[in-house]
């Protein structure tokens, strides 16, 4: 073997061991950026508040005569204090008839009365519904 070829040899090899230390730096690095937690991989399904939804959902449940109390409650389940602060403002203030409990008005010369989410949320729920959502929502109800 010549000088030359051993010389080739020892920089093809210098190349390729430095290729695999760098190849391998590099996926330690991604993998470990990818999933810190050694799951697999996997990405838990996460709850994506929306407060315009669950706005939505609570007109939907109240907004005609015959409120679904369960399904208010059903939807205010997972809300925290500062989510529920959101839902109240996606919800504004919506015209109520206290009369029917619903938005239907029997006096075309008059429109109804425009009312808040808390303002809803008593005419629609028992007592004791309601209550409970002024316990775990105390700053806004």
């Known amino acids: 073997m010549t000088l030359e070829t051993e010389q080739n040899i020892k ?17 330690k690095k991604t993998e470990s950026s990818d999933d810190p937690t050694g799951n697999g991989n996997s990405i ?16 939907q449940a109240m907004k005609d005569s ?6 208010i ?18 919800f504004g203030s919506l015209p109520y008839n206290a009369t029917t409990g619903n938005q239907y008005s029997f006096n075309p010369f008059s429109p109804l009365p425009k009312v808040n989410l808390k303002g809803w949320l008593i005419e629609e729920l028992s007592l004791k519904d309601y209550t409970i959502l002024r316990n775990k929502y105390p700053y806004h109800l």
Do not use: C, D
């Open 44 to 59: 838990p399904t996460q709850f994506v508040f929306n407060a315009k939804n669950v706005a939505n959902g609570l007109y």
């Open 66 to 71: 015959g409120t679904e109390e369960e399904a």
């Open 11 to 27: 920089i093809a090899a210098g190349v390729a061991g430095g290729l695999l230390l760098l190849s391998l730096i590099i996926r």
């Open 73 to 90: 409650l059903e939807v205010l389940k997972t809300v925290t204090q500062s989510q529920f602060a959101q839902v109240v403002t996606a």
